[in-house]
């Protein structure tokens, strides 16, 4: 599902309150960066509109820039699988939970 830009912070916070310590991988453009790594956090400050997104995973820090659209995918349970990170440029960023 797609969230909308002015829900992200709110929507980023749940993720980072119920998520943190779950093996997480990082792929861009179909690239792993990173992988089974436990997760932090998300962070987007949206006060600033500095419009860049922070991806931590266990001292290991993945910035995106310029994102434009943000999908979260759950599982059966509900339980949130995949966060799909559209940019600008063109790139997208995969954050998956395992």
């Known amino acids: 599902m797609q969230i909308e830009n002015e829900r992200w912070q709110e929507q980023l916070?749940?993720?980072?309150?119920?998520?943190k310590g779950r093996s997480a991988s990082i792929s861009v453009q179909g690239m792993t960066i990173v992988e089974n790594i436990p997760f932090d956090c998300v962070v987007y400050d949206s006060i600033r509109k500095e419009n860049g997104m922070l991806l931590a995973l266990d001292g290991f820090i993945h910035l995106v820039n310029d994102?434009?659209?943000?999908?979260?995918?759950?599982?059966?349970?509900?339980?949130?699988?995949?966060?799909?990170?559209?940019?600008?440029?063109?790139?997208?960023?995969?954050l998956n939970l395992s």
Do not use: A
């Open 13 to 19: 916070q749940i993720l980072n309150s119920t998520n």
């Open 67 to 94: 994102p434009e659209e943000i999908y979260m995918t759950q599982d059966y349970n509900g339980v949130v699988c995949k966060l799909e990170i559209l940019c600008q440029n063109g790139l997208t960023t995969f």
